[in-house]
């Protein structure tokens, strides 16, 4: 039988893990300095190319402060107001139509964040369900997931594994493709089309490396005689 | 000593500390409140440590309200660490009062308080007896040598010589299962969720809610061990038997 | 043009990683703040090694409760058990019992090889046989009986046994055999609650509705530390005192823990319950504080025969009777009344008396008036899991000895097991010639103890004992055979304990350690027994069993084995369900004709009725069993499910009138029947009861030593004022003393007991059982452990049960536990 490369999936667990916060980091708010800095990395230069994205052309050239007043009022209108815009959060998509980003659903997205131990920073004031508190949601579960693998323990990736699939299943997928397609048809600086095309084609990713990574290591009998 | 835990007797809880805040708490026992957590450069081992938060004080509370004296959790520390009969690093102490017919009895679960002052530290000659930063007061086995001076300085009672091993023994927190982000076994047992267990320094912890918001005892605070065990509701224990 | 393939995003993570290797405010101030934590607690590390403990999902067995475990194995041994927290019954918890499970498998004086006896029964020496020499012998027995035409002759009594480890005995191998000679244990427990039940509501279990309700009333319950559904109802209760602030109120002649937690004890006379209950229910008629709507609808009386009836219970009547002061009774009453809705608790403290059957008829007379009958938040129809599972048809016979000796009650729906022994004493319905006893104990669950023994020692009387059994009991140590069983901790079975949220829950048992020695689960014994036998049944083993009975339910066997339990994700909890009115299509069907008298519907062909005919001229009420074709109840113009009936055939009406009750003799409406000895006790004897306490079952938990560490003593609890009279001090010797004997037993002087009592717990005084039950080592064999060393109690108590004669309630036939009259003084 094949032993079980579990440095490899700590390894790899922990890179998913940051391309989640990133994702996460880059729709939670106005791109900051810090970020467009660390987006002008030549590694991820080479990464963006490799995708096929402009988004290292986008970033050349001009003075970071630059980019970030423009990406600002380009963040603002898609996602902010006033006037039409794109609702980034959940309850907007599922069962609560209306638009109304504080809703009962959106509150008992809330409990369930709360069930897993987790709070919202005091000063958050955005909804609940925010498209970049889910994306964060899923890097903590990836990032448990890889630590979980540096301590060899199977049993507890495997349950990672499996929230992040559920998580998926039960969230993410089901209103954030709509978001997207939004995103990509909306945007008028590239960067965001770009991003956009970039996070629906990671997300599709993730979802099936992740059930390949649950079929392959849940179907092993638990516990034995 | 052993033999005595489980007899009905005179509980050793003393004076009410009402309406103490976390901070004051954090004074007395001397641990410096955490400052905010600077955003430099971070470093590889900050990623490598990202689970464990800097400055953690682990504490536990009881509500006593709660608590129908089933034993749950006595059991699963045996059962966790296999506790020779005899010897217990959990239990719980059964008091009634009152007279006919309005009798009132009493549950006080009892463990290692896990001081910040530790007597029994003080007192290990080989150094086996440790305090941890996030304040698990824990004794490392191979360097214990069976003095049991600690056993005798520990105020609370809450140390045995294991009947085997011949080496002190005691609760530790359930170190093995919180350093890896489980509850302690009591806490995970107990039906009616009266143990809360937790990061004193997290303001968004239960543990520290709950010691910011109620009434709280700490078992012989005149003996300024500083316990980590905090008790809820311990006044009904106290005076005659009055019930809610 | 863009290639978004894993690959490339591989790249982009690496270099996400690369840049981000600390704090996630790289990207921004992170929005969640905490740990994230898997909701399950299951998980546990050994404290030695820090090595993850493997998780195998299964099923409690300490008690009835039966709620779902999980087990942590370590190198194949059993190192801890814990709450499953996927179930939705215990939610992730389970009591101090359940934990020392452990115990029960590595208990020291298991048995671990078939035993014959040798010499004279009783006197202890065994001989280790083989299981092919142990099959053989008991196999030749049984084949004589049914080749003689007689194998009802061959007699099979339990205790606990549930799920599919029933299905597999009383579905399957009795039917294929031809025997229907079945002993059960419920008339020791609460046989006059069921009974009280069918001849009220229809079948029983009732589960109170603790999330939901705003005030309890408990009669005689120790929810907190026993109960049915110990563990869900106790956090229930918890959350709702703790968390809602719902008042509880505990009527108990002694403080139990559940009284000391409650908002208030009211101490009350044993076997009185009843008059309380009568009288609130008069205050609530008196009022107008009643559910006109629900009486007039779905009971069987109307609100002048109630108020009629009731008006003679007053509240002071009643003080006069209980010691409970009228006015409490009256403002708790109201108090109860304005809850809207509560739900009332009642167990054997109220029930396992004379009058038990009246007692929680009165009790859920008071609910039904109120209207809080299977509403939310008050007291519900038990709902559990319904599989379907492999079945053996056979013809069977039976000697009349369930229900002990001719008279003994009127309707003894749960049999009369405690009498058993009488029945076969007397002889006039036959006696068995094999007697096989399956996780039960004749000896020392009965009262009547001396001759329980007596009866078992006489070869005359029972000429061949086989006893199935993991330990070596008291009543173990009087077979001829043992046929060593496993834990519970090492079989296969389904389960299916009803459910505290009103939704099935599906669970199985599995072995999750090896069994020793050569220890077999019983229910594989019977598949060899069968095959034996020459008997043909759909299964060949327990585990064969379960995996059928899966597939016919539809439930995934390989889920169950990963996660222990199931339920419908679409299942939502049901109330009123008496209300749901049928279609034409239910109540207009083959075999489906109308009783004018009472209203209900039937299929005839259902009962015993020959032709349809015959039962239509006898009709529904007198037609022997006609409630198994109860179809709906017309209530008005429409038909509804009503309160479908269970082993006798009740209208589908609540029937607070009972015609059943008022044939035999009884008062057809709940009526107060006191104890007749307690009418003529003489100046200083007391009223002897029994209980429990958290750590302890019945009588098959006290070989777990992490148990009995805890109580290993069961002194008398009597009342100061009391002992003062009788000269006697804390820690004295005392004899106690009924009509069946004596026994001498030393005194707890405490506040916390009825003045008129003496309680003593019934599960400790074990002479057998094993070295930390008794002190004796099994004679079947013992296999010293560091922790027999480390055993520093000498205590084992008094058992109570042998001077608490096996009297029979005259309604069930439930053992009157607590009427016992005692002579109390100093040894």
Redesign the interface.
Known sequence: MKKIDTGGLAR?A??????W??L???Y??E??L??IE?LR?P??S???K????EIAEYLKGRSSTEIADELAVEYTRLFVGPGKHIYPYESAYTNDKSGIAFSAASSQFKDL?K???????TD?C?AFD?I??EL??M???V??EA?AWS?A????AL??LK?QKEFLKKHLLKWVPKFLEAVINRARRSFYRDIG??TK??IS?EA??IRGLVNRFGSK????? | MGKTKVKEGMPDVAQERKGLSRRDLLKMSGVAVAGAVAATLPTKDAFANAKHLTGRRLAMAIDLDKCTGCHACSVSCKSEFDVPLGVWRSWVKVEEKGTYPNTGRFFLPRLCNHCDDPPCKKVCPTGATGRRDDGIVKVDEKKCVGCKLCIVACPYDARFSHPTKKVANKCDFCRHRVDKGVVPSCVNACPANARIFGDLNDPDSDVSKLVSRKAIQTLRPELGTEPHVFYISAEKLLEGGERR | MTKLTRRNFIKLSAASAAVVTGAKDIFGKPVLSGVLKLKEAGKDYSPVTGKERKIIPSACWQCVARDAIICYVEDGKLVKIEGNPEAIRNKGKICAKGQAGINQVYDPDRILYPMKRVGKRGEGNWKRISWDEALDELTARMKKLRDDGHPEKFMFHYGRMKGSDDKIIKSNFLPAFGTKTIGNHTSICEGAKWTAQELTWGKHYDVNDMPNTNMILNFGSNILEAHTSHIQIAQRTIEAINGRGVKLVTFDVRLSNTAAKSTEWIPIKPGTDGAVALAMANVVMEEGLYDEDFINTWTNVTVVQLKDHLIRYTPEWAEGISGVPASKIRSLAIEYANAKPGTIVSYRGAVAHYNGVDTERAIKTLDAILGYIDVKGGTCHAVGAKWKYPKTKGKQKKLKIDNGLKGDAAYPTHHINHRVFKAIKDGKNGRPDIYMFYCYEPVYANGEVQENIDIMKDEKLLPYIVSINPFYTESSALADLILPDVTYLERWSWDDMVSYEHIPEFYIRQPVVKPPGEVRQFQDVVCDLAKRLGLKMDFDSAEDFVRKSCKKTKIDFKHMQEHGVWHDPKAKPKYGSYAKVLSQKDYIADGVIFDEKTGVYWNWTKSKAKAKEEAAATGYTDTKNAYKGYVGQRIGDKVCAGFKPDKINKSGKFEIYSGFLKKKGFNPLPSYVPVPEHQKMKEGEMILTTYKVGVQIHSRSQNCKWLTEIYHDNPALINPVTAKKKGIKDGDKIKVKSIVGEIITNARVTEGVHPEVIAISHHLGHWEYGEFASGKKASSGHRCEPDCHNKWWTEKGVHPNWIIPNAPDPVAGQLRFMDTVVSVDKA
Not at chain 1, 153 to 156: G, I, K, Y
């Open positions: 790899s922990s890179q998913r893990s940051g391309m916060d990133l996460s980091g880059i939670r708010s791109p900051t810090m970020l660390r990395a590694a991820f080479k990464a963006f490799e995708l096929g994205f964040i069930s897993y131990g987790l709070g919202y920073r958050f955005g925010h970049g508190v964060e949601f890097g903590k579960a990032s448990e630590a301590q323990e199977h049993t507890t349950k990672y929230l095309m970039m084609g990671y990713s099936d490396e009998q638990r516990g034995g005689k």
